[in-house]
Nanobody, 115 residues
Framework: QVRLVESGGGSVQSGGSLRLSCAASGRSISPNFMGWYRQAPGKQRELVATITSDRTVYADAVKGRFTISTNDAKNTVYLQMNSLLPEDTAVYYC??????????WGPGSQVTVLS
């Protein structure tokens, strides 16, 4: 059974930084797609950033401020968030997809940016 463990959320002042991590375990193969999404109160879940072996994609709202990366084993995905803004406040979810089309969501990490 796949398990996703997120860490790194919290509260920070506007302009500050946080780093989210999502570690995947329970499969003998590495994910082929990993990403971060977020959901603010009263809003739909939206893409933040995704990463595959040859491409990264960012939402326009976070380009130049957030960086997505993985570890060498490709089983942990990170989201480095710099220059945080109050509008970045949301619950952040990692998403992991495997080559057999199975996909999983992390439990969510609260990120609160104080103005």
């Amino acid at each position: 059974q796949v398990r996703l463990v997120e860490s790194g959320g919290g509260s920070v002042q506007s302009g500050g930084s946080l780093r989210l991590s999502c570690a995947a375990s329970g499969r003998s193969i590495s994910p082929n797609f990993m990403g971060w999404y977020r959901q603010a109160p009263g809003k739909q879940r939206e893409l933040v950033a995704t990463i595959t072996s040859d491409r990264t994609v960012y939402a326009d709202a976070v380009k130049g401020r957030f960086t997505i990366s993985t570890n060498d084993a490709k089983n942990t995905v990170y989201l480095q968030m710099n220059s945080l803004l109050p509008e970045d406040t949301a619950v952040y979810y990692c998403n992991v997809d495997f080559v057999d089309s199975s996909w999983y969501w992390g439990p969510g990490s609260q990120v609160t940016v104080l103005s």
